[in-house]
C-alpha cells in the first residue's frame, strides 16, 4: 500500500483533531469535578504542565507526603497533571473507608490498567473489580490457608539450604570471610521457593539455571528510565497509550510479560498431564497452578478462561516473587547497620535444637517476628495504593480538618467521582505522627515491649497496623505466605552466617528503580548488594 504525503497530512490532521478533543473534554469534565471538591490544602504547583512531578519519579516519596501531611493536615491535594490534582489520605478512618470500598468505589487508574496489560495481560485478578474480582480471588484463596502455607515450610528450608551451601562452599577457605551479592542470592531463593511451593516447578535457579524471568528483572532494575521516558510516564497519567512509545523499558516490559506467558503456559500444561495422573490415584492438588485449573474446569463455579488462568499465573509469580526478594535485601541490610539486632537475632535462633517448627515460626520466636515486622514497616516494596473514585463518595475523617475553601473544619470529605486518590503507605509507615520520634530507626524492640506501638499507630487497620500489605478486598492475599517465607530463609541465613557492610554500619543505601522500587549499595552498579559474609563458627 502506497500513502501519498496528502493524504498523511490528512490523517495527522485528524489525530491532532481529535487528541484535541478529546483532551479538551477530559479538561472540562475535571474542571466540573473540581468544582464540586471542599478545596484541600496542600502544596502549590511548581510546574505548569506536571503539577508537583518530583512526588511522582523519585523512588520514595514517603518524606516529602510525611512533611506535606504535618504543613496541611491528614487529607491533602496535590497538584497533578494540567491543572488536575490528587487527594493523599493519611487519616486512619479515611484510609480504613477508602480501602474497604476498593474494587468497588475505588478502582485502578486508567494507567495502572495500562501499565498491569502490559505486565500481565488482561483479564487478572489485579485488574478485575467487584463481583469479578471476588470471583478471581475465591478460586485461588484455598492456596493461602494456614493449613496449606504450613505444608511448605520444608520447601522454604530445602531451598535456602541450597543457598547455605554454596555460600559454605565460598566461605570454605576464607575463614574472615568473603563478598557476596546478596540480593542475586536472595532473588534466587524467592524464585525458587514460589516455584515448587506455588507451582509445583522448580526454576533451580540456585543450581545456576538462567531464568529468563529474573533475567528481564534483573535488566529492568538495571536499566536507568531516561529523561525521555520519565516525561512520557509523567504524561501517561493522561495518556496511558504513550507508554507504548519504544522505550527500553517498555520492551523490557513487554518481554517480561512473554517470557511469564511461556513459563506459565509451560507450567500449566504440565500440571494438567500431572494432575490427570494424580486424580486417577486420588490426590488433591492446593498448588495455586491445581486450583487455577479446576477454577477453568468446565464444571466449575469460576469459569476461568484460559486467557484469565494464564493471568492469575502471571500475577502471582510477579507479586510472589519480587516483592518477597525485595524485603528479604532489606532485612540483611537493616540487621548489617544495627549489629546488636543481629547478634540478638542470632541468639534468640541458637537456642533452638534446629530449623524453626511451624508453631514456633508463627508464635515461638518473638525476635524474629520483631525483625521480619520492622523490615516489613520500614521499607514497603508497594510504595503508595492510587485509585479513581467511579461515584461520588463521603469519606469520615479520624479528626477534623479545615480545608482551604470553607471557616471550620470538616469532619468528612466528599469525593466526586473520576478524583484521584492515593495512600503513601510508605509514608505513613514510618510517619513519626503515628509511630512516634524513633519512626525512621529499624528498632525490632517496638514489636516485643510494652507500649511498643503507639495508640495513633493501633488506630491503622492492617496487618499489625501496618500497611505494606495493603488492606481491605484487594490487601495481598500471599501475605501468610511472605511472612511463612522471609523467617524460614532469615533464620537459617542469621543462624549460619555474619553480615556486614564492606564499608562498615554508616554505609549508604540507595534505591534503584526496577518493577518495584530495589535497595542497593549506593555507588554500586544496578541493584547490587555486596555484602561481607562469613560463617558462625
Ligand atoms: C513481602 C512480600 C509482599 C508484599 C509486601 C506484598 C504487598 C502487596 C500489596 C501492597 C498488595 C496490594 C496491591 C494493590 O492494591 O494494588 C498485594 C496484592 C497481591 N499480592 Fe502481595 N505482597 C507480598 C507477597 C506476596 C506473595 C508471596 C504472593 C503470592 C504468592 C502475593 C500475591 C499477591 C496478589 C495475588 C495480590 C493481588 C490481590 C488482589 O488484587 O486481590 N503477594 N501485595
Known sequence: MTVNIGTSCQLLD???????TWSFIRLAHLVRRHARTARLKGPPSNNLIFGFPEVLVTPDSAEIYEAWAVRYGPVYQVPSLLG???ILLCDPKAIAHFYARDTTTYRLTPLA????????GRESLVTSHGDAHKRLRKSITPAFTVTVIRTHLPTFYDTVYKAKVAWDNILENSPDGATIEVQEWLSRISLDIIGIAGFSHDFASLSGKKSAVSTVLEDIANTEPSPAFVYISLLAQLFPALLRLPNPRTRLTHMLNKNMGMISQELLERTKKDNEKGASEGQKDNSITGLLIKAGSADSEFHMSEEETLAQMKVLLLAGYETTSISLTWALMELCRDQEAQTTLREE????????TWDQVTNGLPYLDAVVHETLRLHAPITETTRIATEDDVVPLSD???TASSPHPVTHLSIPSGTIVSVPIASINRSTSFWGSDAKVFKPSRWIEEGGIPERAKEVQGHRHILTFSDGPRACIGKGFAVA???AVLSVLIRNFIFEFRGGPETKVGIAVGVF?????????GSRVPLHVKRVE
Do not use: C, N, W
Open 485 to 487: 517465607v522471609l523467617k
Open 349 to 356: 535462633l541458637s537456642q533452638l535444637h534446629g530449623d524453626p
Open 113 to 120: 490498567k495500562f501499565l498491569t496489560y502490559m505486565l500481565v
Open 400 to 402: 477534623p480538618v479545615f
Open 517 to 525: 522500587p530495589r535497595p542497593k549499595i549506593k555507588g554500586e552498579e
Open 84 to 86: 488536575t490534582s490528587r
Open 14 to 20: 485528524v489525530v491532532a483533531v481529535s487528541v484535541f
